[in-house]
């Protein structure tokens, strides 16, 4: 099983739509996918339609170590596409894991009852540092940080993503490896000197030869500033459902190209799944032009 966190210290970067739309797509690859949803604002929550709705949530997991699938998994319309709910409507859990003595390796230490059931889980978190977003690192073998390209998310992505890093980079020595870290850039303006200056300089610092604790990584796939993606959210539907061609007269790629490509950059272990997930797109266009 594979555990990606979503992660930004900055907020309104993206992290819920590329989580909503990471995790679908490999849900229509075949494979049992798994949310959890530990933003304090739960947009991931109510994303995609519910099928239904488990009675506990997030909150019964980290507080009560509840294991009980039936209790706890919510489904939703998308086949394969579960997941459990943010219900931490007090905002306790924070203040509950930071005086726990398992606080910040709560999650990692639960992340065997689901393996059995899901071939990747995606956690959502919340944009600010905080002992959740440490917990979700700590129990994630990936992490993905979506970066708009301009200069005020650039220097918070120094002093707060990749500060974040580096101070769990200790964990080593309890024989706890941090996850790579893969910085995504979102959305991309089609001309803006500005945006290309930020973006290349991103490339240049975290070129191949750069290391340092957080082992982190600039993707190959940029998302570019499209609406399709915020038309996708507004039907409640993947995005690369809703455009799995290019349209014409446009330079950027189809949603489907771009999540496809990210996807098989961040799990190059299965091509298959992300070839199959175009197919099964295709069968799906009636369904999607319908809506």
């Given at each position: 099983?594979?555990?990606?966190?979503?992660?930004?210290?900055?907020?309104?970067?993206g992290?819920?739509?590329?989580?909503?739309?990471?995790?679908?797509f490999?849900a229509?690859?075949?494979?049992r996918?798994?949310?959890?949803?530990?933003?304090?604002?739960?947009?991931?929550?109510?994303?995609?339609?519910?099928?239904?709705?488990?009675?506990?949530?997030?909150?019964?997991?980290?507080?009560?170590?509840?294991?009980?699938h039936?209790?706890?998994?919510?489904?939703?319309?998308?086949e394969?596409?579960?997941?459990?709910?943010?219900?931490?409507?007090?905002?306790?859990?924070n203040?509950?894991?930071?005086h726990?003595p398992?606080?910040?390796?709560r999650?990692?230490?639960?992340?065997?009852?689901?393996?059995?059931?899901?071939?990747?889980?995606?956690?959502d978190?919340?944009?600010?540092?905080?002992v959740?977003?440490?917990?979700a690192v700590?129990a994630?073998t990936l992490?993905?940080?979506?970066?708009?390209?301009?200069?005020?998310?650039?220097?918070?992505?120094?002093?707060?993503?990749l500060?974040?890093?580096?101070d769990?980079?200790?964990y080593?020595?309890l024989?706890?490896?941090p996850?790579a870290?893969?910085l995504?850039?979102?959305r991309?303006?089609a001309?803006?000197?500005?945006?290309r200056?930020?973006?290349?300089?991103?490339?240049?610092?975290?070129?191949?030869?750069?290391?340092?604790e957080?082992g982190?990584?600039?993707l190959?796939?940029v998302?570019?500033?499209?609406?399709?993606?915020?038309?996708?959210?507004?039907?409640g539907?993947?995005?690369?459902?809703?455009?799995?061609?290019?349209?014409?007269?446009?330079?950027?790629?189809?949603?489907?190209?771009?999540?496809?490509?990210?996807a098989t950059?961040?799990?190059?272990?299965?091509?298959m799944?992300?070839?199959?997930?175009?197919?099964?797109t295709?069968?799906?266009k009636?369904?999607?032009?319908?809506?």
């Amino acid at each position: 099983m594979q555990t990606i966190c979503v992660i930004s210290t900055k907020g309104g970067v993206g992290k819920t739509t590329f989580a909503a739309n990471l995790g679908a797509f490999f849900a229509d690859a075949g494979l049992r996918v798994l949310l959890l949803d530990l933003d304090t604002q739960p947009t991931l929550s109510s994303y995609y339609e519910l099928r239904h709705k488990a009675p506990c949530g997030i909150y019964e997991l980290l507080a009560f170590n509840e294991q009980e699938h039936g209790r706890l998994v919510s489904r939703t319309i998308i086949e394969g596409l579960d997941i459990i709910v943010a219900n931490d409507e007090h905002r306790q859990l924070n203040t509950m894991l930071l005086h726990a003595p398992d606080g910040r390796l709560r999650l990692r230490n639960l992340m065997p009852v689901f393996e059995p059931d899901y071939d990747l889980v995606l956690i959502d978190t919340q944009g600010a540092r905080s002992v959740l977003l440490e917990m979700a690192v700590l129990a994630s073998t990936l992490a993905v940080s979506p970066v708009t390209p301009e200069i005020l998310s650039a220097r918070e992505l120094s002093r707060g993503t990749l500060q974040l890093m580096r101070d769990i980079a200790p964990y080593r020595h309890l024989g706890i490896q941090p996850p790579a870290l893969r910085l995504l850039i979102n959305r991309m303006p089609a001309v803006s000197a500005n945006a290309r200056l930020v973006r290349e300089s991103l490339r240049l610092i975290f070129q191949d030869g750069f290391q340092d604790e957080t082992g982190a990584r600039v993707l190959e796939t940029v998302i570019p500033a499209t609406e399709v993606f915020q038309r996708a959210a507004t039907m409640g539907l993947p995005a690369h459902r809703v455009e799995a061609r290019r349209p014409s007269g446009r330079i950027a790629p189809s949603a489907l190209e771009i999540i496809r490509s990210i996807a098989t950059e961040l799990c190059p272990k299965w091509p298959m799944q992300c070839a199959r997930a175009c197919g099964l797109t295709g069968k799906r266009k009636s369904h999607v032009e319908s809506a």
